[in-house]
């Protein structure tokens, strides 16, 4: 069965530091993957997703990702997180025929201004 | 901007009652989930929906629990009889048919079960 892996499960940043959020997931096959974010008393909304392509994938709010298929691994940056990042930070991979999400175990960002 | 919704936010329970946990989709979307999170632990699937039936679901999914899109716009996740062990934050998902593998997560519902 797929699995996804988030090593890291808090992590404080000061403004304007630089972020990596490290995830790897299981399957050796075709992978879509995806990053939602969970801010404060809402819902979990998508940041990025890979489905193919560029492995170099951008989305909201300066966030990019990268696939690198020889190590499995999916990884969240942003060159400067803001006070505003802060939130919980969820890595996904779509499973089966409907289309599940198997989602890693979430990593909660702190950042203080 | 379309948002699936859920009602209600939060949902406190006696041990082996009944709840239902309604959602309404985004409403041209055409596959709908529900998902768990067990406090402090992973976002789990429960069970996928389309086309008025289980396309699939998850272990945890057993007799206990139901799907039912009753009227075209709501989706509703019952539990028959409530375990302690159900205390979890409950999220619903949809996605469009083509093209449209990204799911759009619901803000969940947070069930205790006392």
């Known amino acids: 069965a797929q699995s996804v892996s988030q090593h890291n499960h808090h992590v404080i940043l000061s403004e304007a530091a630089s972020l990596e959020l490290g995830c790897n997931y299981s399957?050796?096959?075709?992978?879509?993957l995806f990053w939602y974010v969970q801010y404060p008393g809402q819902h979990l909304q998508l940041l990025l997703k890979?489905?193919?392509?560029?492995?170099l994938v951008k989305g909201i709010k300066g966030f990019e990702a990268e696939f690198i298929k020889s190590k499995f691994s999916f990884n969240l940056r942003k060159p400067s997180v803001q006070w505003s990042d802060t939130a919980e930070y969820f890595c996904?991979?779509?499973?089966?025929?409907?289309?599940?999400?198997?989602f890693g175990a979430g990593t909660r960002l702190a950042v203080h201004p | 901007e379309p948002e699936v919704t859920q009602t209600p936010s939060h949902q406190v329970t006696q041990m082996g009652q009944e709840v239902i946990l309604r959602c309404v989709p985004i409403?041209?979307?055409?596959?709908f989930y529900w998902y768990r999170q067990i406090l402090g632990q992973k976002v789990e699937f429960l069970v996928s929906?389309?086309?008025?039936?289980?396309?699939?679901k998850s272990e945890i999914f057993d007799d206990q629990f139901s799907v039912e899109r009753p009227d075209g716009s709501n989706f509703t996740l019952k539990i028959r009889s409530t375990k302690l062990e159900d205390s979890a934050m409950y999220f619903c998902?949809?996605?469009?048919?083509?093209?449209?593998?990204?799911?759009?997560f619901g803000p969940g519902t947070r069930l205790l079960v006392l």
């Open positions: 929906f389309y086309n008025n039936e289980i396309s699939e």
């Open positions: 399957y050796g096959g075709t992978v879509n």
């Open positions: 996904a991979v779509l499973s089966g025929g409907y289309n599940k999400l198997i």
């Open positions: 998902a949809s996605r469009e048919r083509t093209g449209g593998e990204t799911q759009y």
């Open positions: 409403s041209n979307h055409l596959y």
């Open positions: 890979y489905f193919s392509g560029d492995p």
